[in-house]
């Protein structure tokens, strides 16, 4: 059969047309209790899990504006090949934004220079020369670096547009407000305004807790770069990242029946006041799962007995519609004295999800006590948490068993090194972006 | 040559003094100059972190309007203020107090930060009227900055609210080592909203406001509270060692500081005209000495010249005029007993005597003859120059009275005595004959040869007595009217005194002059 190319073309087009109306094009919730069913007679701790699932955009013509804000460190060490790759990555960065992206870039070394203010990304010849023409030397003034890139955003701030900065930096800030705390603080504010701030650290020499705080807190992500040639993938994915933005401005609200309590949230920063707690996202990628950990403890029941356990509400603003959307759900508890009944009805995913959570608690903790030079404590906590992957593993048996077993040995492995001084600088950049990693469900 | 170098000294003294008189006022100029280019600059410099802090104050002020303009729509139950909170990006911590003082938000149940931001803020909850007591309100701290115009704008609206607003302001206080601003609003009801500054954000704001500017004449630093940088602009590299001067801000920030250096002024511009002007001063001056010096030497040159041509002249003349005489002489002796013939003999060798003496005075003056010493025998060597102007002395009556006591010899140079005495004597013949007699001792005296000439003349004016020893001097009056001389006579013979170790003086004799020759009697070694 031969057929016009045109006319296939044509026939494409308005499958499009006919499939765009009909796609969901919501997030989708849902909360879910590691043991839906439980012990009568007495309290549990339990997990809940709410998952957001981002829908999957379709064709680059839906793909969500950006606003981004490229901040460059060029202080003296990032002499040589350093400055070079990051310069390729910036200019990567401007190959993938079009004319409908608005794009700044500032660079500091002691000093701040806003090397091209906000504008749309129309003339890439002048962004080209501006991002080859950066020299290396000087300080690292990181904070104020990133408050001029804020400020470059806010000049077309929009709610439709993800607005991001993106920082790369080899060096512990040493000019201004300089600790991880002030760096979180920061991170807070700009992510309560809805610019979040990816994070990328360079080398072995920079400070990965300020770096984290600063992309935790504005819920941005953060990635350590051992070798500069890396520095190109991450942007890929970054922007990756950025070109495909579903839902921003996530507030996630528990309302928490009577007599449950929330203990911790897991991973995710958020406030528990009484029996609230309230959390934020700034984004959600298409297609990608995020979730919310959360322990809670649920008072003794009598069996058969179903009790409401909590209401969700997340409201957001939907990128593909533009409109400020909420989707709700509810989540219940039941007792039973079967504990067959019990194991049936376990949520094996749930369960996996949140042993992993709680052993990167830990692991955090080790990583506290190891910085405290309590070296041996910190091989204690981790090897526990080693054991309770197992012994979580065990207990749900089937393939989740031997993924947990793996990830126990992994977690073995950390104990076993973490009293060594070896590469420490650097094995503790990589430890930090992987408890990063897993608190953020980052992609990379 | 002590002389050339006193001129050379003078000439010096001449281009040195009035260079330094113009440099040191031209100095005192650049100094004043100096000054007033200081105060423009410290002008500059607080006019820079004035605006600076206006800035600063402009942002603070838009945050408290907008506030104050939003906060009366807030619904002011604690559930709709925490709402309220997550939208502020500013704002970290947030209090709502009762009319009656009492706090209602937030209250228990607290998350572990409102936990902390209770306790910190302990003193408010015991009395909130600390919160007044620091500055009424921003427009009053407006007030104060020396940008009237626009504090009168800030007051304006300020009042022009006042009626509808209640009282508001801003209050800080210290958390660990560093400050936190908070705003405080009362609501028409009563009610008191507190909402406390996110410090991260408000730093992180401030910087976006603060200028990039990497002019490389001068830095300013911002630091807060505690001491630490927050944000630097302006390329400027102080100097090690160069401090930087520092300026608090206005109030609630009066407890951080802004840091400037710069370049200093330098009068440069001035400085460079006044120095060009002073140089081109200081070659005119040298050029001008130069000129003066070569033209003085120049005249030395030539008047050594002549002197040598008059030298070469007289040496010249020495010979024929030794053959005249010699020969006169010689004639005298073999001439007959004719009175008339003998007669003009005697004028042509008396005459030829004198020229010869002449001729060795010019010669004398212009070289400086070697020192032929021998034992000469004084008196003799006095009565036999005597002898040599007696025709000329009798000739004009003048008497010649003689007291020769010295009766010694001496080891020096006859001749050089004989031209002293010549020269002493001839001035007798020449200016004192009026006086009609002469009178010439010699004795000894304090190991001392004195030789005196003492005339009957009309003496030598004190004044002049000094003078008449200095070459070709001559006193000007009667006396050396109508008679010839050469004004160096006298000056030769105090150098050949000299040469012998001895000196010549005059003393006034009244009537007359008395020219006294001392000599050592033991010549010794002299120059």
Redesign the interface.
Same mark, same amino acid.
């Given at each position: 059969m031969k057929q016009h190319p045109f006319t296939l073309l044509i026939i494409l087009f308005l499958t499009s047309l006919l499939a765009l109306p009909a796609q969901a094009r919501q997030i989708e919730l849902s909360a879910e209790l590691g043991t839906p069913v439980v012990e009568a007679g007495r309290a549990h701790k339990t997990f809940l899990k709410i998952s957001l699932t981002g829908f999957e955009l379709s064709g680059l013509t839906e793909r969500t504006p950006a606003n981004v804000a490229l901040v460059l460190d060029e202080s003296g060490s990032m002499t040589g090949e350093k400055l070079e790759e990051a310069k390729e990555a910036a200019l990567l960065a401007v190959d993938l934004l079009n004319e409908d992206d608005i794009l700044s870039i500032v660079s500091y070394d002691s000093h701040v220079k806003v090397l091209v203010p906000a504008t749309r990304v129309a003339d890439k010849s002048d962004i080209r020369r501006a991002i080859r023409a950066m020299k290396a030397g000087g300080q690292t003034a990181l904070f104020a670096g990133v408050s001029k890139g804020a400020r470059e955003i806010r000049k077309f701030i929009d709610k439709e547009r993800v607005n991001r900065i993106i920082l790369l930096s080899d060096g512990q800030a040493n000019v201004g407000p300089s600790t991880a705390t002030e760096l979180g603080e920061l991170g807070m504010s700009l992510g309560k305004e809805g610019i979040s701030v990816t994070t990328i650290g360079l080398g072995d020499g920079y400070n990965e807790d300020l770096m984290a705080n600063l992309a935790g807190y504005s819920d941005g992500n953060h990635a350590f770069v051992e070798d500069p040639e890396d520095l190109v993938k991450i942007f890929n994915y970054e922007f990756g990242d950025v070109l495909s933005v579903v839902a921003q401005d996530l507030l996630i609200r528990i309302e928490f029946e009577d007599g449950i309590r929330p203990l911790r949230i897991l991973g995710r920063k958020g406030e528990i006041i009484g029996r609230e707690v309230t959390t934020r996202m700034n984004q959600l990628y298409s297609d990608q799962a995020q979730y919310i950990l959360l322990e809670v403890e649920v008072p003794e029941g009598t069996a058969d007995q179903t009790r409401d356990l909590a209401r969700v509400t997340v409201s957001y603003q939907n990128m593909a519609n533009r409109q400020q959307e909420d989707v709700r759900d509810r989540v219940s508890v039941s007792y039973s004295s079967s504990s067959d009944e019990i194991a049936r009805s376990r949520n094996r995913e749930v369960v996996t999800t949140a042993t992993k959570q709680v052993a990167n608690e830990m692991s955090k903790k080790a990583l506290q006590l190891r910085d405290e030079g309590k070296r041996e404590e910190a091989q204690r906590v981790l090897n526990s948490s080693a054991d309770f992957v197992r012994s979580q593993g065990a207990m749900l048996g089937g393939e989740e068993k031997e993924q947990l077993e793996a990830f126990s040995a992994e977690v073995e492995s950390e104990a076993d090194a973490i009293t060594l001084d070896e590469d420490w600088d650097m094995r503790r950049k990589a430890i930090k972006a992987k408890q990063y990693r897993q608190d953020t469900q980052q992609t990379y | 040559m002590k002389k050339r170098h006193a001129n050379l000294l003078l000439l010096i003294a001449l281009v040195v003094l009035p260079l330094a008189l113009i440099g040191w006022q031209a100095w005192r100029l650049l100094d004043s100059e100096s000054d007033v280019q200081q105060a423009r600059y410290d002008q500059l410099v607080e006019a820079r972190l004035q605006q600076v802090d206006l800035t600063i104050q402009r942002y603070l002020e838009s945050l408290a309007g907008d506030w104050r303009e939003r906060l009366p729509a807030w619904p002011l139950d604690p559930r709709e203020v &925490?709402k309220r909170l !997550?939208? =502020?990006? &500013?704002v /970290?911590h947030l209090f709502l107090l009762g009319p009656d003082n009492r706090r209602l938000f937030p209250e228990a @149940?607290?998350?572990s %930060? =409102?936990q902390e931001f209770v306790q910190r803020l302990e003193a408010i909850w015991r009395d909130p009227s600390l919160l007044r007591s620091s500055r009424p309100d921003s427009e009053s701290e407006l007030a104060d900055t020396s940008a009237p115009a626009l504090s009168r704008v800030f007051r304006k609206s300020a009042r022009e609210s006042a009626g509808i607003q209640p009282e508001s302001g801003w209050y800080m206080w210290h958390w660990g080592a560093g400050t936190r601003l908070l705003f405080w609003w009362k609501s028409p009801g009563g009610e008191t909203l507190g909402l406390a500054l =996110? @410090? !991260? /954000?408000f730093?992180? %704001?401030l $910087?976006?406001l603060l200028p990039?500017d %990497?002019a490389t004449d001068f830095s300013i630093r911002l630091r807060d509270a505690s001491g630490? =940088? $927050?944000? &630097?602009?302006g390329?400027y590299e102080p100097e090690p060692g160069e401090e930087y001067h520092h300026y608090p801000l206005s109030y609630p920030l009066s407890s951080w500081t802004l840091e400037y250096a710069g370049t200093q002024p330098t009068a440069a511009a001035t400085g460079f005209g006044l120095l060009l002007l002073l140089g081109s001063l200081a070659l005119v001056l040298i050029g001008l000495a130069l000129y003066l010096y070569r033209e003085q030497t120049r005249e030395l040159r030539e008047a050594a010249r002549k002197v040598e041509f008059v030298g070469q002249v007289s040496h010249e003349l020495k010979t024929p005029l030794t053959n005249i005489r010699m020969y006169a002489e010689m004639l005298d002796e073999q001439l007959e007993d004719d009175p008339r013939q003998r007669n003009y003999l005697g004028i042509i060798i008396s005459e030829s005597q004198r020229l010869g003496r002449l001729i060795g005075n010019v010669l004398n003056f212009s070289r400086t003859p070697a020192l032929h010493l021998s034992e000469v025998d004084i008196d003799g060597l006095v009565r036999q120059t005597l002898d040599h102007f007696r025709p000329g002395f009798s000739a004009r009556g003048i008497e010649i009275h003689t007291d020769l006591q010295a009766g010694i010899s001496i080891s020096s140079d006859a001749d050089m005595l004989e031209q002293i005495l010549n020269n002493l004597l001839s001035n007798v013949e020449k200016y004192a004959s009026g006086g009609g007699a002469v009178e010439v001792t010699t004795r000894v005296a304090e190991e001392r040869l004195l030789v005196s000439v003492r005339d009957h003349g009309a003496g030598i004016p004190a004044a002049e007595r000094r003078k008449i020893f200095e070459p070709f001097y001559r006193i000007d009056n009667s006396l050396t009217e109508g008679v010839s001389g050469t004004g160096i006579g006298l000056t030769i013979a105090r150098q050949q005194a000299g040469r012998l170790g001895g000196k010549l003086v005059v003393s006034d004799a009244a009537p007359g002059a008395r020219f006294t020759l001392t000599l050592p009697l033991d010549r010794g070694e002299s120059a």
């Open positions: - | &925490r !997550a939208d =502020e990006v &500013r /970290r @149940p607290l998350s %930060d =409102e =996110e @410090p !991260a /954000r730093k992180s %704001d $910087i976006g990039e %990497d630490q =940088e $927050i944000y &630097r602009w390329g």
